[in-house]
């Protein structure tokens, strides 16, 4: 275990247990965390997909995007480099009204994003208003360093799985590992159970 | 320790990992900017120009890492680093503020196979250091110092102000001895009667500070990334071969 | 915090990557399985996120991932490297 350094605090402040998951910090500001370079992808070039073992494959333009029902989520987010982020709002369209479109018996999906990133989730995981593609944040246009134009957002997991510049979703009949379990991350990732790495 | 036996030790390597080094006296050397002397128990060594990562641990499990360069030279039994204070550095003004004497964190190292010069190594030198990045550059000229070395060595020294610069009396002391010329440029504020540089580095001045391109120096440039990139493009316009400039650059990891 | 910001040259992960491989990365060289460029691992770009991402200077391919468990390390490489590593 690493010694503690006596009054070192950083620029956090202090958190109530009941409210954030075990070994988690809480942050006032939105840390920016990448695997790679931000993808810049203009709207008019920007479109979701949703295929693979779907009943009818669905694809939206960003304008077709924004008319559809959209929800506004409040929400706490975890890290799993250990910052939360309290009290975050949100305005997407729920996965559930997406899968609607396209109907599925498939139990795993990957989502897939502008750059190389990828991760999987489990069907439940993504159902009964537990998820959405998220495009607006604290009511403005998410930004290109949260992952805008548009990201995945599924903050009952650790927030690795609220894929950034999402950009579609391929549903598999076998769970494929994303980019960050395959590097040794756990594959589900429920932060109350500390779920961060494939040992845990 | 002598310069060979040190090179052997060094070649035996041990593994760096994280270990926990204890403060055992921190003296000011500038408004904000401090040196802290450490006790790392079985410390393998080191060469002038390497650094050490530092990793503070707050009693809610937060974590911050940053590198700072070693400041002592390999023949110094203690191992030394100059913090300064950066506005709004979490990692800085902790080390350059609250921290005290018995204070721990956790540091790995040396790091650091590219930034570095011994004595054996052979010059001439040309050193720039702009701001904090003096302080591998110090550990280099400490090192000379300690050997006895006579090497032609040029060391150019950039900051805001002169209040600002780390080791002012140190250098005076080492610029007074053999074959160590040593150049300051303030580039915000100088003090009255002030008959050095106030200008930011350009070729002129490294031209005029030399060595020339034909005594093929070994070169290191350490500071923010926009004064490494500017001499170090400066140098290969004058002539110098890019590949005898050595560079660390101090980007824009947070403070 | 501006894009700029968001990489770091690959000197910056000396130390992590001294820890994992118990030898000087820096001067390693990395041949980019999409571009086949070859370069430092110094030259390349860092990534911190859930892990460390080291990315091919060129292209932006991904040339390695690290990630620091509790009892690990585990470490992705792609493309061909070339790495020294004194014998003790």
Known sequence: MSPISRGFRGRRRPVDPGRVPPGQYVVDDFPVLSAGPTPHTPTDEWSLTIAGAVGEARSWTWDEFLALPAETVTTDIHCVTKWSKLGTTWRGVSLDFLLEQVGTTADYLTAWSDGDYTTNLALEDVTDGRAWVAHLFDGEPLEPEHGGPARLLVPHLYFWKSAKWVRGITFTEEDEPGFWEAAGYHNHGDPWKEQRFWND | MEGAALLERLRIRRAITWRTATVASIADETARARTIVLDVPDWPGHVAGQHLDVRLTAEDGYQAQRSYSIATAPEDPRIALTVERLEDGEVSSYLAGDLRPGDEFEIRGPIGGHFTWSVEDGGPLLLAGGGSGLVPLMAMLRHRAARESTVDTRLLVSAGRWDEVFYRDELSALAAGDGLVTRYTLTREQPQGWTGDSRRVDADMLAALGPAPRDAPRVFVCGPTAFVETVADALVGLGHAPGAIHAERFGPTGG | ?88
């Open chain 3, 1 to 88: 915090m501006s894009d700029e910001d968001a990489w770091l040259d690959g000197n910056a992960m000396a130390g992590l990557l001294d820890e994992v491989f118990e030898t000087e990365m820096t001067t390693a060289v990395h041949v980019c399985r999409s571009c086949a460029t070859s370069s430092a691992v110094g030259a390349h770009r860092a990534y911190r996120s859930a892990g460390t991402v080291l990315r091919c200077p060129a292209c932006g391919d991904v040339a390695l991932r690290i990630t620091e468990l509790t009892d690990r390390h585990i470490v992705h490489l792609t493309g061909a490297w070339r790495i020294e590593m004194p014998r003790r």
